[in-house]
């Protein structure tokens, strides 16, 4: 067995939608993004019809809205007004704000959980160091193809991931996955053999949210001469984890 083994069994269950009953579990279908409606003014999304069906019509809205407004979550009128249908016909699928934003953010989820597996997977199995360099690039990548679930997910109460089961199911998986790397990086002899792993976990994690909220925010450009900020952010990331590798040898840290 890949030795990535142990590490799927703390993902697969997500991808198989265990637990909870989800807000969302029947329509896990975010797609790439698009250049049409998602991304113009909302108030002229109702012009053309759109072919998908009110859910993914609504979510996407409420995702625009998040970005236009930013300051506060877009309420069910706002969503309705956007996709031009009754208030009603939108809570008979949401109950109501909080119902749609933590389908729109599960479903980014579902798409996060599922790339970290793949990528991990395409990675020498007996590099964690390289495996968890990984699994920070792919973080990126997903914090700037779906912004609004980033900022949702980070910023807004109502999303909150602490408080919300549904949505922290999905972010204990990334974060168990991270400590066991992190711990077999260490079994290994890649990291002190009394290295604080759950510390030296919560650094790299706010490191990399970091970045990310730099990159959407368009403020790493401001610092650096890279015209590209995403490649700028990983570049970084693969610096600090290096460097937080190396420190962290036993020669490096004393025994």
Known sequence: MHKFGCYIDSTAAFLGHSGPKSHSSHLFSFGPPRNGSDCIVMKHLSERRDPRGLHDRA???????V?????QPPTIADIAEAVDEPVERVRALFADERALLVASVEQALVVLIDS???AVVRVDPDDPVAQFLSLGDTYLDWACRYPAQ????QDCDL????????LRRYTDSIADLTLRMLARARDTGRLHPREDIAMLALSARCYVVGLARLVLDGRLK????ERDSLTTAKHLTHDFVHRMARS??????GM
């Open 59 to 65: 979510i996407s809205a409420a995702m625009t809205l």
């Open 67 to 71: 970005l236009d407004q930013r300051r």
């Open 116 to 118: 970290c597996t793949r």
């Open 150 to 153: 980033f900022r949702l997910l």
């Open 159 to 166: 999303t909150n991931a602490r408080h919300e089961p549904i």
């Open 222 to 225: 401001d610092w650096t001469e």
């Open 248 to 253: 962290s040898q036993p020669h490096m840290a």
